[in-house]
Structure formats: structure tokens, C-alpha cells
T-cell receptor, first 111, second 112 residues
Framework: NAGVTQTPKFQVLKTGQSMTLQCAQDMNHEYMSWYRQDPGMGLRLIHYSVGAGITDQGEVPNGYNVSRSTTEDFPLRLLSAAPSQTSVYFC??????????FGSGTRLTVV | EDQVTQSPEALRLQEGESSSLNCSYTVSGLRGLFWYRQDPGKGPEFLFTLYSAGEEKEKERLKATLTKKESFLHITAPKPEDSATYLCAVQPTNFGNEKLTFGTGTRLTIIP
């Protein structure tokens, strides 16, 4: 039972490049979310999903896209990377009681 | 707008020295309040959920309590392995299970 798996763990992008952060969970959780964590700002919700085929925006969605074609996978796409997107990204999943299981994070640097 | 404020930002304790971390919150309606532990370079790890004022939860040396405006995480006789950042989060009633609003955390260091 791997829980929530995020790849890659580290990534450096040039401004304007695009990439996809992968997230997979093996707990059959309906709820999945993407957060970013920045110093002094706490975790902020980017996008979330309440089930396969259903996604919605969180607090800071600009510059990011998501899709949820299966229960297990919830990739986050950066369309055109900007230095302001330098952050640590966490994927999380829950069966619905609000106690989320988080992945180990992707540390992204945009230069 | 939902807000969560945690204090202190950082706390250094000697091993065995008990203390409390504070989480003050403002939310239109509270569905649940959550405590997480985060170790450096890792994702947050769930500790407790509290749903109503007066509720208490315990796990080993940790006890979480809840009032209508704040929550406390009490640490009794801490050990060095309790060193971590402790995060508080609230879940509003108008958002269901989709959204948590997090505080910035308290970085706890236990000195042997």
C-alpha cells in the first residue's frame, strides 16, 4: 500500500516551459487535491476533485490545469512556467472525512 | 474569508518540558478542525480531527482540544522525536470535504 505517490521529487524548469506533476493514490479515495506550500504562507489549494471526471478551482488556480480521468490519478499541469510558481507542491487524497493523506511533495524551481 | 493563525511561530523546549501550541480560527461555519505534523522534506501527516467545542483527542504525548474560537495542541513530556512543524487547518461547512484552510504552522524543536 503506497498511499499517495508524487513524481518527480525535484524539478527545475525554465520560464515558459510546461510540465506535468504526477500524482497517484491506491486507496480508492474519491477526493483529491493539489496544494502549494510557500514560506510564511501555509498550504494553499490549487485545484481539487471530488471524483473521476469532476474537478474545480481552489484559491490559486491561475497557471495550472488538472484532469481526473481515473479515481487513482490526478495530474497537475503547468502551462507556461513562471518564477512565481517556484514552490513545493503536494498532492493529497481523502475518502471524504477531511483527513487527507499527503504525498511527499515535488520541489519545483522555475528560473 | 476563513483564517487560521498559529502561535508561536517557533518553540524550543527541553526534553520533558510540557507546553501548548495555539491555533486561532475564523470561519463562517466549522465542519472540522485538523492537526497535522510535518517533518522536513515530507508531506503533512494527519494527527487529529475535532468537530465541536469541548471535544478532545489524544495520541501518545499529544492532546488536542477545541473551543469556538481556537484549538490547542498540548504536548506532555516531549521527546526529541516530537520535533516537527505542527499545522492546523479548518474545513468550512460551505465547502464540504474539498477544501482545507491551513495556518502557517508552529516549528517545534525538542532539545535532548
Amino acid at each position: 500500500n503506497a498511499g499517495v505517490t508524487q513524481t518527480p521529487k525535484f524539478q527545475v524548469l525554465k520560464t515558459g516551459q510546461s510540465m506535468t506533476l504526477q500524482c497517484a493514490q491506491d486507496m480508492n479515495h474519491e477526493y483529491m487535491s493539489w496544494y502549494r506550500q510557500d514560506p510564511g504562507m501555509g498550504l494553499r489549494l490549487i485545484h481539487y476533485s471530488v471524483g473521476a471526471g469532476i474537478t474545480d478551482q481552489g484559491e490559486v488556480p491561475n497557471g495550472y490545469n488538472v484532469s481526473r480521468s481515473t479515481t487513482e490519478d490526478f495530474p497537475l499541469r503547468l502551462l507556461s512556467a513562471a518564477p512565481s510558481q517556484t514552490s513545493v507542491y503536494f498532492c493529497a487524497s481523502s475518502y471524504g472525512a477531511g483527513s487527507y493523506t499527503f504525498g511527499s511533495g515535488t520541489r519545483l524551481t522555475v528560473v | 474569508e476563513d483564517q487560521v493563525t498559529q502561535s508561536p511561530e517557533a518553540l524550543r523546549l527541553q526534553e520533558g518540558e510540557s507546553s501548548s501550541l495555539n491555533c486561532s480560527y475564523t470561519v463562517s461555519g466549522l465542519r472540522g478542525l485538523f492537526w497535522y505534523r510535518q517533518d522536513p522534506g515530507k508531506g503533512p501527516e494527519f494527527l487529529f480531527t475535532l468537530y465541536s467545542a469541548g471535544e478532545e483527542k489524544e495520541k501518545e504525548r499529544l492532546k488536542a482540544t477545541l473551543t469556538k474560537k481556537e484549538s490547542f495542541l498540548h504536548i506532555t513530556a516531549p521527546k526529541p522525536e516530537d520535533s516537527a512543524t505542527y499545522l492546523c487547518a479548518v474545513q468550512p461547512t460551505n465547502f464540504g470535504n474539498e477544501k482545507l484552510t491551513f495556518g502557517t504552522g508552529t516549528r517545534l524543536t525538542i532539545i535532548p
